[in-house]
């Protein structure tokens, strides 16, 4: 027969409660924010006839005299924080797909057993055709020259 699920303290606890407390956090800073439009009208917003792109790239290289609007910055901060945001989510998903067994790291495409054995096959030839031998094969596998 098995039993309910049981609450584990110590150590186990603290990292579901940081969690919890952050999604509060998250949760109490966008309930009290006010998401009112923006308009031209209330000051806020860009020109139809500017690219938002070519702003932020203008600001992010330094070109001032080049922006036709000021006040970017704020938006490139916001841009390279996700961008690093993004870098680290990926760095973590590299570190978590890696796989290891017995200790040891295991190439993704890597095979092992009698059908892999690399007896009567040709190295491949990365280089258009040239063999360390000296001799040239075409790509369609015709004669050596």
Known sequence: MTTGPKLRLG?????????????G?????????AFEPMTTAAGAGF????SITAE???ALFGFDELQTIG??????????LVAVALDAALDASLVL???EEGGEPVSALSSTGEASSDE???????????????????QTG???R
């Open 25 to 33: 956090v998250m949760a109490l800073i966008t309930l009290n924010t």
């Open 142 to 144: 015709g004669e050596n």
């Open 97 to 99: 797909a890696k796989r």
């Open 71 to 80: 006040g970017t910055e704020p938006f490139l901060a916001a841009v390279l």
């Open 47 to 50: 020109p139809s006839d500017v």
């Open 56 to 58: 932020l790239g203008y």
């Open 11 to 23: 150590k186990t606890l603290v990292p579901g409660l940081l969690a919890v407390g952050l999604f």
């Open 120 to 138: 009567g096959r040709e190295p491949a030839v990365a280089d258009g055709g040239n063999r360390s031998d000296g001799s040239f094969r075409t």
